[in-house]
C-alpha cells in the first residue's frame, strides 16, 4: 500500500476506506483535522456545525484503526439509524437498545463487530461490566458531548459514567463531538477526556442564512402573513405538542399543505409526515423541538420559530436546518415581550422553592415508613403527583433514584382541556369523552379515576357496546396526541428508591444552579431579540466565542439602519397616504418595529397626522 498523501493530506489507506465505504473522494475541510488527528491516535474534540458531516469524522479513522469502536450518544432513537447505514456500507455495527444487550455483546466479543452505539446509562450496567474486559477498544467516541456538562443546556447526569472509560481502556483513542457548544462547555468536555486533546472549531458562519427577529405586531398573525409568502419547504418551531396542532391547523386554512410534529405522534405517523415532508408534498411541518435530530434535508429555505427557543445553542441549531444546500434561506424568530415573562415562569415552576422541595422529601420519608437515619431498600410508588418537580430535583441532588414504571398502566390521571370546540370529524366514543370534559374543565385542570369515569359515560349516555378503562386511556392518548388536551397519567407510574439514608428533613437542600443557568440562558435570548445595533449572526457568534467575521450584510440589522428607514417612510409619504398596517407589513419583518417607532416619533413631532386608517404628510418637513 502506498503512503504517498492525496492534496487533504490524507494518508493513502485512508483515502482507500473512503471511496470504498462511502464513495467519496475528499473530505469536507472541516473534517480533515478531527480524521487526521484520531487515526494518528490523537485525541480530539470537535464543534462541528449542524450537517457538517460529524459521523464520518470518527467512523472513517475508527475503521481504520481496526478493533472495536464504543460510540456513546444520548440519541437513542438514532442509534439503530446510524447502524443501519454503516451495515449498509459493509461495516458491522450494532446497537445497544432496549432488552438486546445478551445478543449484541455476544456479537461484540464473538464477531468481530466494528462499531458499537450505547447510552451513556449502559456504561454502569453489568452486562456492560462483565463483558467489556474481552474487548479490544481501540476508539471511545463521545457523541452530542455537549451532554457532559452541567453547564451545557442538555446536560445529562448519565455522561459522567464517561469516566469509568479510562481505567478500563487506558490504549484507546478518544473522541468528542457536539453541534453546540460554548467556550465554558468545552472546556468542561476537555477536563472530563483524557489530557492533551486537540481542539478542532470549525467556523460556525454560515453566510447564506439571513437572520431576522420580528417584534412588531401582533405576533401570529405576523407569522402568519408572512408564512403564506414563502417560497420552498419551511418548518415552523413552535413550544408545545398543542402548539404543532394549532399551527398545523392555521397554516392549513391560509393555504399551505401543512402538518404538525412532535413527539406525542406514532413512531410510523411522524416518520411518514417526515418524508411526505422531505419529498415536498408537505411545505411546511409545524414542530417542536422533537424535529430535525438526523435529518439532513438540504433544500430548507425557511425556519420560523413561533415564541422564543429557551436558549440560543438551540436556535443556532435549529434554525441551523436552513439551506444546507448553501442557497439563500430565512431564519425569523417571532416574539413578543411578554413571551419571556411566560417563559422564566414556565422554568420556576419546575424549579419549586426549597420549603416544596423539603415537603416532598417528608412526604417521601412518610411514605416509605423511613426513620432518621434509615435506608429502606425497596421501591415505592409516589402517589402525590403535586411532589413530581420537587422529587425529580432531589433525584438529580442524589437522594432518590426516581425511575418511570411503563409496565404499570395508569388507572388515574390528570386532564387538562386545551379549549378548541371542534369535534366534529371524532368517533362516537371520542366525541362523547371530549364533550364531556370539555363541559366539565373548561381552562382547569381535573384528576380522573378510569374505571370511575368509564362507568360515569356507560350510565349517561347508554353507550353500547361500553367503554373499558383500557378504551378510555387510549382515547385519552389519542385526544392527547391531538392537541386537544393534555392527558397526564398519574405518578404511580413512577416509583422512588432511596440512595441515602433519611436525614433531618431542615437539612435537605439541592443546587439550584440549574435554574439561574437557565434564566440566563433565556435572558441571552431575550437580549438577542432585541439588540438595536450590529449584526444578527456576529451576535450568535458571539455567544459561542467565535466572533471573528465581518458583518454578513443579509441580516435584518445589516440590511437596515435609520437613515434608510427615515429615507423609505419619506418617499412614499411624499405620494401620498399610506395604510401603516399594510405598509409595515410589505417591509422585511424585522425592520417593521423600528419603521413603527419612526412613524410614532414623527406624529409625536407633528410631522405626520393620522386618522384610524391611514397616515399623511402634514405639511411641515421632517428633519433628516
Ligand atoms: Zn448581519
Same mark, same amino acid.
Given at each position: ?13 485512508? &483515502? ?16 480533515? =483535522? ?13 464543534? $462541528? ?20 469502536? +464504543? ?37 461484540? #466479543? ?80 476537555? /477536563?472530563?477526556?483524557? /489530557? ?23 405576533? @401570529? ?38 402538518? !404538525?410534529?412532535?413527539? =406525542? ?13 422531505? !419529498? ?31 436558549? $440560543? ?16 434561506? /430565512? ?6 415581550? !411578554? ?31 423511613? %426513620? ?57 366514543? +371520542? ?15 381535573? @384528576?380522573?379515576? $378510569? ?34 388536551? @393534555? ?26 444552579? #440549574? ?13 438577542? %431579540? ?11 457568534? #458571539? ?22 428607514? *427615515? ?7 411624499? *405620494?401620498?397616504?399610506? #395604510?401603516? &398596517? ?22 409625536? /413631532? =407633528? ?11 402634514? =405639511? ?5
Amino acid at each position: 500500500m502506498s503512503t504517498q498523501e492525496t492534496s487533504q493530506g490524507l494518508p493513502a489507506h485512508l &483515502q482507500a476506506l473512503l471511496e470504498a465505504h462511502w464513495g467519496f473522494t475528499d473530505l469536507r475541510p472541516c473534517q480533515v =483535522g478531527p480524521v487526521l488527528d484520531l487515526a494518528q491516535g490523537n485525541h480530539a474534540l470537535a464543534l $462541528l456545525p449542524t450537517g457538517g458531516g460529524k459521523s464520518l469524522c470518527f467512523q472513517l479513522p475508527a475503521l481504520a484503526r481496526g478493533g472495536l469502536c +464504543l460510540v456513546v450518544t444520548p440519541l437513542v432513537a438514532l442509534m439503530e439509524d446510524q447502524c443501519a447505514q454503516l451495515r449498509h456500507r459493509g461495516i458491522r455495527a450494532e446497537a445497544w437498545v432496549g432488552n438486546n444487550g445478551d445478543r449484541v455483546l455476544d456479537n461484540v #466479543r464473538f464477531g468481530n463487530t466494528q462499531f458499537l452505539y450505547l447510552s451513556p446509562e449502559r456504561l454502569t450496567h453489568p452486562l456492560f461490566e462483565a463483558r467489556c474486559v474481552f474487548w479490544n477498544v481501540t476508539t471511545i467516541v463521545i457523541d452530542e458531548a455537549h451532554c457532559i456538562s452541567q453547564w451545557g443546556h442538555d446536560f445529562r447526569p448519565a455522561f459522567q459514567n464517561i469516566s469509568s472509560l479510562h481505567d478500563r481502556f487506558p490504549d484507546a483513542v478518544w473522541g468528542a463531538f457536539t453541534a453546540t457548544a460554548t467556550e465554558e462547555v468545552l472546556g468542561d468536555i476537555a /477536563s472530563q477526556m483524557p /489530557s492533551g486533546a486537540h481542539s478542532h472549531v470549525a467556523p460556525m458562519r454560515r453566510p447564506n442564512l439571513a437572520y431576522q427577529v420580528s417584534r412588531w405586531g401582533d405576533r @401570529d398573525a405576523v407569522l402568519l402573513h408572512d408564512a403564506t409568502l414563502q417560497h420552498g419547504q419551511g418548518l415552523l418551531y413552535v413550544q408545545s405538542r398543542h402548539d404543532s396542532e394549532r399551527w398545523s391547523q392555521r397554516l392549513q386554512a391560509a393555504g399551505l399543505a401543512a402538518a !404538525s410534529f412532535h413527539a =406525542g405522534l406514532p413512531a410510523k405517523e411522524k416518520q411518514r409526515r417526515q418524508q411526505r415532508w422531505m !419529498s415536498g408534498q408537505l411545505q411546511v411541518l409545524a414542530c417542536t423541538s422533537a424535529f430535525g435530530m438526523g435529518i439532513d434535508a438540504p433544500h430548507v429555505r425557511w425556519v420560523f420559530h413561533a415564541g422564543p427557543p429557551p436558549n $440560543l445553542e438551540s436556535y443556532i441549531q435549529e434554525a441551523g436546518r436552513a439551506g444546507r444546500d448553501g442557497q439563500p434561506a /430565512s431564519c425569523i424568530l417571532y416574539v413578543e415581550d !411578554s413571551d419571556f415573562d411566560l417563559m422564566q415562569g414556565r422554568i420556576e415552576r419546575q424549579f419549586p422553592a426549597l420549603k416544596q422541595i423539603q415537603a416532598a422529601y417528608q412526604w417521601a420519608a412518610n411514605a416509605s415508613y423511613a %426513620t432518621l437515619g434509615e435506608q429502606p431498600e425497596s421501591p415505592f410508588p409516589v402517589t402525590e403527583p403535586q411532589h413530581l418537580p420537587a422529587l425529580r430535583l432531589l433525584s438529580l441532588a442524589g437522594y432518590f433514584d426516581l425511575r418511570e414504571c411503563r409496565a404499570a398502566r395508569a388507572e388515574r390521571g390528570t386532564i387538562t382541556w386545551l379549549g378548541s370546540p371542534v369535534y366534529e370529524s371524532f368517533g362516537p366514543s +371520542l366525541h362523547t369523552l371530549a364533550q364531556w370534559i370539555e363541559r366539565q374543565t373548561t381552562s382547569q385542570s381535573m @384528576d380522573v379515576e $378510569l374505571t370511575q369515569l368509564a362507568n360515569h359515560l356507560n350510565r349517561a349516555h347508554a353507550l353500547a357496546p361500553p367503554l373499558t378503562s383500557a378504551q378510555l386511556r387510549m382515547d385519552l392518548e389519542a385526544l392527547d396526541a391531538m392537541g386537544w388536551l @393534555d392527558w397526564k397519567p398519574a405518578s404511580e407510574q413512577f416509583e422512588l428508591t432511596w440512595t441515602m439514608p433519611r436525614q433531618a428533613t431542615k437539612t435537605v437542600t439541592v443546587d439550584r444552579s #440549574r435554574l439561574e443557568l437557565m434564566l440566563r440562558k433565556i435572558q441571552e435570548v431575550e437580549a438577542y %431579540t432585541k439588540a438595536s445595533q450590529g449584526c444578527r449572526s456576529q451576535h450568535l457568534e #458571539r455567544a459561542f466565542s467565535d466572533a471573528s467575521h465581518a458583518p454578513c450584510g443579509r441580516c435584518d440589522m445589516c440590511t437596515g439602519d435609520k437613515k434608510q428607514w *427615515r429615507q423609505a417612510l419619506k418617499e412614499d409619504l411624499a *405620494r401620498g397616504a399610506i #395604510r401603516p &398596517q399594510e405598509w409595515l407589513l410589505s417591509k422585511a419583518p424585522g425592520h417593521r418595529q423600528p419603521l413603527r417607532a419612526l412613524m410614532a416619533t414623527w406624529y409625536r /413631532s =407633528g410631522f405626520i397626522e393620522a386618522n384610524q386608517n391611514w397616515i399623511r404628510w402634514s =405639511g411641515k418637513e421632517a428633519q433628516g
